[in-house]
């Protein structure tokens, strides 16, 4: 059984960082590329970061590149997300996913598996 569990979230201040990490089990883990996704309220989920498997490639939305930096650990299955210079905007369920093709990483419909998501909220 797959399982991708997600922890790390929380409410921090406009301008603080966070860390977001994701436990992988029931896979190959560096089979996978590996992705982060959010949804806020009434908006539809959306692509923020994705990592090979390797570790070797990324990619990244363009609302935070140079803030947000993803990484992964293959030994441990776990992948990470560092948050830093948060905004209010930020705010939303952050979901850990997995996807066979690296080129598939930006769209959901490209993700084979997904977290419960965590919650991370950003105050002004």
């Known amino acids: 059984q797959v399982q991708l569990v997600e922890s790390g979230g929380g409410v921090v201040q406009a301008g603080g960082s966070l860390r977001v990490s994701c436990a992988v089990s029931?896979?190959?883990?560096?089979?996978?590329?590996m992705a982060w996704f959010r949804q806020a309220p009434g908006k539809e989920r959306e692509f923020v970061a994705g990592i090979s498997g390797g570790g070797l490639a990324t990619r990244y939305a363009d609302s935070v590149k140079g803030r947000f930096t993803i990484s992964r650990d293959n030994a441990k299955s776990t992948l990470s997300l560092q948050m830093n210079s948060l905004k209010p905007e930020d705010t939303a369920v952050y979901y850990c996913a997995a996807s066979r093709t690296f080129n598939r990483l930006t769209t959901p419909d490209g993700i084979d598996y997904w977290g419960q998501g965590t919650q991370v909220t950003v105050s002004s």
């Open positions: 029931g896979l190959t883990f560096s089979n996978y590329a």
